[in-house]
């Protein structure tokens, strides 16, 4: 019996309306439009800012555009995962509130936190789901209200993150396409460079924690940004080695969109020409790990092969062998 592979076969996201600009942020903190876009790439991002809604909002309203794409029942899930750092609460799941609004009666769901790299661990996750023969269709939704979580008087970390949420549908593939291969890695040592100081075990919550604002992102920009220039392309490397691919075989590329100059150096590193990478950075928004099935949205046509990856902290390599049916691909999401 030939392999169950895990194909994607449809996509969805979703952004609130509201915009926070370079110049929004220049009347906030010390900063200025220019700064921003040359050490970043980015003009704007989205903030989801409306009273009594949360992570579990923007990863609802992805799976609800997924489904409406693929004209899909959501009783037909058998699962869906959530990949978030800022989960609606500590527990229940976020996963099991998005199945709730979504009307995924049958489905089990659970989240997943790995930060940055969370989407594509959940990925694989879900993947494996499908590759068992035990589930038919997953759901992996990142999510993620940065917002609530960003020092908007911090000018080294509000700048980059935004509120979103990307969604994609997991079936058996046709033909073999589907999930070709996947390069996980986790690192801890580099916990001191980005992360909420307090909030959890370590140091719970208290009036002291709060006055010290240790419950908001705290980051050493430059040592996230060597780190991940060099692990990301380390580890393109090894996955195309191992797959016998050069830059020439990769028809897109899909890259966390943490930082442009970190794309472009991968990119490079990679021998991919530019106009094989997706980026949406610059105008959608900036969220921390579903970077990458978000800019899936802007990109059509029917490439032989796809190649995702994403690498922070953890590092994760996807190269995917696109089937027809893959990408729904929607205008309106050209933000
Ligand atoms: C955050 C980041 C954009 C900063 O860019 P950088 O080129 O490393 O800049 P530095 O932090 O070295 O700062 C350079 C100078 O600009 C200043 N600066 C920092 N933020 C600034 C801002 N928003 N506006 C203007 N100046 C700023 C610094 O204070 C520093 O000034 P100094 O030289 O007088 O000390 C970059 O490090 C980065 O993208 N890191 C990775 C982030 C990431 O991927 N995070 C993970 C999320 S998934």
């Not at 923007?58 to 009783?75: F, I, M």
């Not at 430059?222 to 075989?249: I, Q």
């Not at 590329?253 to 930082?259: D, F, I, V, Y």
Request: charged letters at 20%.
């Amino acid at each position: 019996m030939s392999k169950i592979t895990a194909a994607i076969t449809a996509v969805g996201g979703y952004v609130p309306e509201t915009k926070l600009t370079n110049f929004d942020l220049e009347k906030m903190v010390d900063t200025n439009d220019e700064w921003i876009r040359t050490r970043t790439g980015i003009s704007e991002r989205r903030i989801l800012n409306e009273p009594g809604k949360a992570t579990s909002d923007l990863g609802a309203g992805a799976v609800l555009n997924l489904l409406e794409k693929k004209k899909l029942d959501p009783t037909e899930i058998d699962c869906i995962i959530c990949a978030t750092v800022t989960p609606d609460m500590f527990f229940p799941a976020t996963a099991n509130i998005i199945s709730d609004k979504v009307g995924a009666i049958n489905a089990f769901s659970f989240d997943l936190a790995a930060a940055c790299s969370g989407f594509l661990f959940a990925l694989t996750t879900g993947a494996s789901f499908i590759e068992s023969g035990r589930y038919k269709k997953v759901i992996v939704v990142g999510a993620d209200k940065m917002s609530a979580i960003v020092d908007y008087t911090d000018r080294n970390s509000c700048i980059l993150f935004g509120d979103g949420g990307g969604a994609v549908l997991l079936e058996p593939g046709e033909e073999g396409y589907g999930v070709k291969d996947s390069l996980l890695k986790s690192d801890g040592v580099g916990r001191n460079f980005l992360y909420m100081k307090a909030g959890g075990s370590l140091n719970p919550s208290s009036v002291e924690t709060v006055l010290a604002k240790q419950h908001f992102i705290h980051q050493e920009g430059p040592a996230v940004f060597k780190y991940a220039v060099k692990g990301m392309a380390d580890v393109s490397a090894e996955l195309m080695e191992r797959n016998g691919l050069t830059g020439e075989d990769i028809a897109w590329l899909t890259p966390h969109q943490a930082n442009l100059r970190i794309i472009d150096a991968t990119a490079n590193r990679m021998g991919i020409s530019k106009d094989k990478v997706m980026i949406n950075i610059g105008k959608v928004f900036r969220v921390s790990r579903h970077q990458s099935e978000c800019a899936l949205l802007i990109f059509h046509g029917t490439a032989a092969k796809y190649f995702f990856f994403k690498v922070q902290f953890q590092q994760l390599f996807i190269v995917q062998r696109n089937s027809k049916q893959m990408l729904y691909i929607v205008p309106e999401f050209l933000y």
